[in-house]
Structure formats: structure tokens, C-alpha cells
């Protein structure tokens, strides 16, 4: 039986994948410092264990912290690793950055979650409700070997579908493409447009327009919009009314230039902000 060690067990992260965890065929630890962490745990019915005591043993390592504290907290546990461990990171930024161990024998390995999509077909109320996932709701994800040996990708694998579960697929990429998907594609682009579709929404309700009015007739149109931008529903397009409008509103919302932040070196910048300490 493969041994598997969570690291910050009793985090926000750390805490969903302990909890997925939990009957996996897998000798699961875990390792929370903090108090709080511990005591939400013992919710769980998990006693933590040290690192010192976890790690040695461990096959596998999955490194539920915070991006900026990666690189300090490996750099210092770096010689606890087992020999051909493997290390899941839970995000893309902190491999893109460099900042894991540098030791030769060691998998590393990332995996993250696409969370629920907008188009699903859940029934059950509480997976409607689950948007992150790892609860109720199905979800893909996105894994990647940064380096390592390739035998090694299956286990990986398999525990990240267990610790991100339900999840109904699971797709390969490289660690730059993880950076593009994130942060540039669901962050720089997708939380940006969003937030100023909110502005906006704020925008006409501080024009006259009742907020409740104002928030089904967005929400209402992002239903229907997003629908036919995503080939939900065949043949149908945007009317030429639509599209005249998102012609001339891209030259006063969005730069003429703004797909370079696409390019490597802002994406490489991107990641140094999130990994800052």
C-alpha cells in the first residue's frame, strides 16, 4: 500500500483533500502546525502526525499551502523526502517559478481543478451548489509532470482524482500550459472580465435600474451568452445587433493588445506577484 502524506492537512486546501482522502487504499498522514488546522482535523476524526515521522515514508507528498510558502517549506523539509517520492503541487505557480526541490530523484508532479462547469447536469441540490467541487458536484482536472519518473504519473493521478472527487475526467498538459490555463486564462482574463460585468451590473443599478431587475437580466443574459459562445446550442448565433455591439465596445473596453498576456515573460511576472512572500 502506498504511503501518502498531506502537508498543511488542516489548511483551506489541505482540509478538503484530508477529507476526500478518507478511504482511499492509500496509508494516508498528515502534517498541519498550526493548532487551528489540528483542531478542524480531529473533526474529521484525524490525528496529525509530525513531519519528521511522516515524510521519510511517504511515496507520495502533497503540498496543500499556500503558493508563497512553498519554496520556504520544502527548501527546509528537502532532505525528510523519501528517495523517488513524488510531490503534487496543487497549482501550477510554484513549479512554473522554480521553486521546488531541486533533488534529482524526486517526482514532481502538479494537479488542479477545473471546478464544476456552468453546463452540467446535476440534479442533486447540494452538488447545484458545490461550485468549488471536491464535495458533490462532478469536475475535471488538469495534471501535469514537471519532472520525474513517468511511471510515477498514475499513482499521481489516481490521488489527485481521489482528493478532487468527484471527477469525471482528467487531462494532461504541460506545467506552462497550467500557467496559461492559470492564472492567465481563469484569472488575468476570465476573473477580470467577470469583475467588470459586475461593475456594470452595479453601474446601471447606480443609474435607476432596480437591483433585482438588474441582476436577473445579467445573469439572465450570461445563461443564454454563454450558452451560444460555448456551442451548447447548435446553429444559433449572437443577432448582428449582438455582435455589432461587442465590435465597437471592444475598442473602448478591452486594450487592442491585451492577448500578450499570453506571452511567457508576463505570464512569468504573474507568477512571481502570487509567489511573492
Request: proline share 4%.
Amino acid at each position: 500500500m502506498k504511503k501518502v502524506t498531506v502537508l498543511g492537512a488542516g489548511g483551506k486546501m489541505g482540509y478538503r483533500v484530508s477529507a476526500n482522502l478518507r478511504g482511499a487504499p492509500y496509508q494516508v498522514s498528515h502534517v498541519e502546525v498550526s493548532e487551528a488546522g489540528r483542531n478542524r482535523l480531529k473533526e474529521l476524526g484525524i490525528t496529525c502526525v509530525e513531519a519528521d515521522l511522516a515524510l521519510p515514508e511517504a511515496d507520495v507528498v502533497i503540498l496543500a499551502i499556500p503558493d508563497n510558502m512553498i519554496e520556504k517549506v520544502t527548501a527546509k523539509l528537502v532532505d525528510k523526502f523519501k528517495h523517488g517520492a513524488t510531490l503534487i503541487a496543487l497549482d501550477a505557480a510554484a513549479p512554473f517559478a522554480g521553486h521546488l526541490p531541486e533533488r534529482a530523484d524526486l517526482t514532481i508532479f502538479v494537479a488542479h481543478p477545473c471546478h464544476p462547469s456552468i453546463f452540467n447536469d446535476e440534479t442533486d441540490l447540494e452538488a447545484k451548489r458545490d461550485y468549488f467541487g471536491g464535495l458533490k458536484a462532478k469536475q475535471a482536472i488538469v495534471c501535469a509532470l514537471l519532472r520525474g519518473d513517468e511511471k510515477n504519473f498514475a499513482v499521481a493521478e489516481d490521488v489527485s482524482k481521489r482528493m478532487y472527487a468527484p471527477v469525471i475526467r482528467s487531462h494532461r498538459a504541460t506545467v506552462d500550459q497550467m500557467a496559461i490555463l492559470e492564472p492567465v486564462l481563469s484569472e488575468t482574463v476570465c476573473a477580470t472580465c467577470l469583475t467588470i460585468i459586475r461593475e456594470a451590473m452595479d453601474e446601471a443599478v447606480h443609474r435607476g435600474v432596480p437591483e433585482a431587475a438588474a441582476r436577473d437580466f445579467i445573469l439572465g443574459h450570461l445563461n443564454v451568452e454563454l450558452a451560444i459562445l460555448f456551442d451548447q446550442l447548435p446553429g444559433v448565433r449572437m443577432s448582428d445587433a449582438a455582435n455589432k455591439a461587442v465590435a465597437r465596445a471592444k475598442t473602448e473596453i478591452i486594450a487592442p493588445d491585451w492577448k500578450k498576456v499570453f506571452e511567457r515573460d508576463a505570464i512569468a511576472e504573474n507568477i512571481r506577484m502570487i509567489t511573492s512572500v
